[in-house]
């Protein structure tokens, strides 16, 4: 037996037990993502209206604060200048959610103990929830790339926004793993992460 003993059996349980709650999160980012797009191609039609909302976001405080400025003109650029905070909140959220309510909410539930009775590692249920996370975000990765090609974007630049979200999600995974092995519920563990996230878009806002 080794302190990872197990991991699969719980891995199989946690996808089984958000085997609804994980497509919804990634099926609304990516359709939050879709809906952006159709947006800013409806509202942006020509290069010149984009480069005047360009202008005055890089103008406007209040525009730099929540989105930051446009790393160009084109309508990919736009897009992710309207739609990267709220998504990145939403995959900072579900990833700290995930890796808790595996975690935390087990232990505070009574269910923990009765998984550690059996011959589980004691690494294994945090394992466990970190994969799941990973899939997750991995999930959502692949979401964000395949309506950013579908609506025409470049390759590059779908890849990258892809592994933007993808990477923040295991970011905040791994927050919301040290939370919940600190703090003694999981409504804390939670709680901490989102303090986390609101420090990361203070230090975002005055970087840019």
Do not use: K
């Not at 947006?39 to 989105?67: I, K």
């Not at 892809?162 to 295991?170: C, M």
């Amino acid at each position: 037996m080794t302190t990872l003993t197990g991991t699969r059996q719980l891995l199989r349980l946690a996808l089984r037990r958000d085997r609804v709650l994980l497509p919804a999160w990634v099926g609304s980012v990516g359709a939050l993502t879709a809906a952006v797009i159709a947006s800013v191609t409806g509202l942006y039609a020509t290069e010149q209206e984009r480069l005047a909302a360009a202008r005055f976001t890089a103008a406007n405080p209040v525009t730099r604060v929540f989105d930051g400025p446009a790393s160009g003109t084109d309508i990919g650029a736009m897009a992710m200048v309207e739609a990267y905070l709220v998504v990145a909140i939403l995959v900072a959220i579900m990833s700290v959610q995930a890796v808790v309510r595996h975690t935390r909410a087990e232990e505070e539930a009574g269910r923990a103990e009765l998984v550690a009775s059996s011959v589980v590692g004691r690494h294994a249920a945090l394992t466990a929830s970190l994969v799941v996370a990973g899939l997750a975000n991995l999930a959502i990765g692949v979401a964000v790339v395949g309506v950013l090609l579908a609506a025409g974007m470049d390759v590059g630049g779908s890849l990258a926004a892809a592994a933007a979200f993808a990477g923040l999600g295991l970011v905040f995974a791994g927050v919301g793993a040290v939370g919940a092995q600190l703090l003694s519920t999981s409504r804390a563990a939670n709680g901490a992460g989102m303090a986390v996230l609101g420090g990361a878009f203070l230090l975002r806002a005055v970087g840019d």
